[in-house]
């Protein structure tokens, strides 16, 4: 299907460019919240009177996003959530927890689809993401998920934080104990042999 854009979208074009999409997205997201209108003659006409006020409008939003930067820059994206033994998450931090939380940490609002997380995060760590307060604003940062606050002031400082090494070493003395008994036995046997010969 073409459109066009009524304003800037990051991989798709520019305010007032025509672009083919599929007809899923237009109808489903870019149609019903006003990025875009069908192509036609009479939406080419409207399009060029309304330009003035969309492009204002565009860079009024730019102002606003830029304005938000430092607000989201300091933010302490500091999760606590449930994790097993190795770490691994009881569940898994989405796009939708990230903005959220900016939203009660930083009082800045923005939709999941702005956060640039790609996979959600299923682990304990420090994690670098991206928001995209407009297409042209786009600010890094840094989320860390912990267990405890003392963890996440850990991972802020710096620090690895380790899972099951113990276990790890444990398991790893157990198959060197049973390397070394075999290796024994093998040179029992041939010693056996010997006193039976003579």
Known sequence: MKVILTEKITKLGNIGDAVEVKTGFARNYLLPNGKAMRYTRENVAL????????????????KN???NVDAVKNAKLHM?????????????????????????VANVAVESAQVLL??????????????????DVIVP??????QTQDEIDALVA????????????????????????AEEKAEEVPAAETADAE
């Open 47 to 62: 399009f060029e009177a309304k330009k003035a006020e969309l492009t204002a409008r565009q860079e009024a939003a730019k």
């Open 65 to 67: 996003a830029e304005a």
């Open 80 to 104: 606590i959530r449930q994790a097993g033994d190795t770490g691994q998450l009881y569940g898994s931090v989405s796009t939708r927890d990230i903005a959220r939380m900016l939203k009660d």
């Open 118 to 135: 790609g996979a959600p995060i299923k682990s304990v760590g420090a994690f670098d993401t991206k928001i995209a307060l407009h297409p």
């Open 141 to 146: 940062v840094k989320i860390f998920v912990a």
């Open 158 to 181: 710096g620090k690895v934080l380790t899972f099951g090494t113990k276990k790890v070493e444990e398991v790893a003395e157990e198959e060197k104990t049973e390397e070394v008994v």
